[in-house]
């Protein structure tokens, strides 16, 4: 559940594009793996 409000959130950053959130969007994406293995 917590999936589908970060994606309408890269939609409306993905308008921008800045470097931030390009980095800020690896960032996030290492943690839900990290957060994923723990769980599982």
Excluded at 19 to 33: L, T
């Amino acid at each position: 559940m917590g999936k589908k409000p970060r994606n309408s959130l890269r939609e409306k950053k993905n308008n921008h594009t800045p470097d931030d959130v390009i980095q800020a969007k690896e960032i996030a994406h290492a943690k839900e793996y990290s957060a994923t293995g723990r769980k599982r």
